[in-house]
């Protein structure tokens, strides 16, 4: 798997940080396609999905203040935090949901695979799971994500 530094560093603090939740967490959208070896394109965050129970133990370490979520039109989650210590920002989301035709849909992966990266564990969905998620964001940039997993 062929990263750019930043993206490497960026993920391998997130792991690091993550390493103490008491949940199952993951690396999801653009940074999790990279993860799966696939061109990611650009990827200008990490998005990490966690439970809230990890947001309110893990985020106050690292000087990050959870709050609800913002209320985007097509996104949303319970409890958000933006990590800007790394060289890449990470959202922090639990209770995260997107909108469907059907209306707010929950996301809670099914799958969750370890990658490691100089020995720190990041966990991200099974590349079909991802592959599926993307498709259900909708988003054009989303569409070519899951295009590149194939």
Excluded at 27 to 35: H, K, N, Q, T
Excluded at 114 to 121: R, T
């Amino acid at each position: 798997m062929v990263m750019d530094a930043t993206l490497t560093t960026s993920l391998q603090a997130v792991g690091a940080v993550m390493a103490t939740a008491h949940d199952p967490w993951w690396v999801i959208a653009s940074a999790a396609v990279a993860l799966h070896g696939a061109d990611a394109g650009p990827v200008s965050d990490i998005d990490v999905l966690l439970s809230a129970g990890d947001a309110g133990r893990i985020l106050p370490t690292i000087g990050v203040t959870a709050l609800p979520g913002d209320r985007h039109p097509d996104f949303r989650s319970d409890v958000f935090g933006r990590w800007h210590g790394p060289a890449l920002s990470v959202e922090f989301m639990a209770d995260f949901h997107y909108r469907s035709a059907a209306g707010w849909v929950r996301v809670q992966p099914a799958t969750r695979q370890c990658i490691e990266i100089a020995g720190v564990a990041l966990f991200v969905p099974a590349r079909a799971e991802l592959r599926r998620l993307l498709v259900a964001f909708g988003r054009p940039k989303d569409l070519e994500r899951a295009r590149a997993l194939g």
